[in-house]
């Protein structure tokens, strides 16, 4: 697989992600180091799963190919649910954003690299060109979410955005689960 390929699929993978990482990032009370473990979070995942994709991917793909939009869905959804709840209560904090829900955001956003590794990476031989691969997807997804984070720090200076942005941004993330759960 050449570099340019590889980016285009790490770049694809990590759309979800910054997605995720931009509507968290309008949430007022959403700390640098909040930031920092979605951001790794987000990266770790994608680097895991595509990797474990590679190893457990035919079977994964036989058997639950359905499923990961799904699930993965219908937790943004969930988040987006609490994100929507936050904003009623008009809380400076951003108590939807804790470890468990970093970690679910994470799993939720990479569960499609999964069977991308097995997809993409089934010519590939050997444990380090599959390694590398994999960590640059992961990498990629890192510094797009970064990027996100940039954004939502610029979004939240418009002040309609910033009064609404547990609304907005629960709402996205409702209307992303939804939309991949059924695409």
Known sequence: MNFYSLFVIA????????????????????????????????GFFQFLFSLIGVYAGFIFNTYVASMPKIVGG?????????????????????????????????????????VI??????NVKGFLPIFINTFFIGLVTLVVTSVAFVLSKHLRKIEIVSKYADYIGGVILILFGIKMMLS
């Open 117 to 122: 590794g097995f997809t993409a990476f089934n």
């Open 11 to 42: 770049l694809a993978l990590s759309l979800d992600a910054f997605g995720v990482a931009l509507c968290v990032g309008l949430n007022n009370g959403t700390t640098l180091k909040l930031k920092a473990m979605v951001v790794a979070s987000s």
């Open 74 to 114: 219908a937790l943004i959804g969930v988040v987006g649910i609490m994100m929507l709840k936050e904003g009623m209560s008009n809380r400076d904090k951003c108590y939807v954003l804790k470890p468990w829900t970093i970690i679910v955001l994470g799993v939720s956003v990479s569960i499609d690299a999964m």
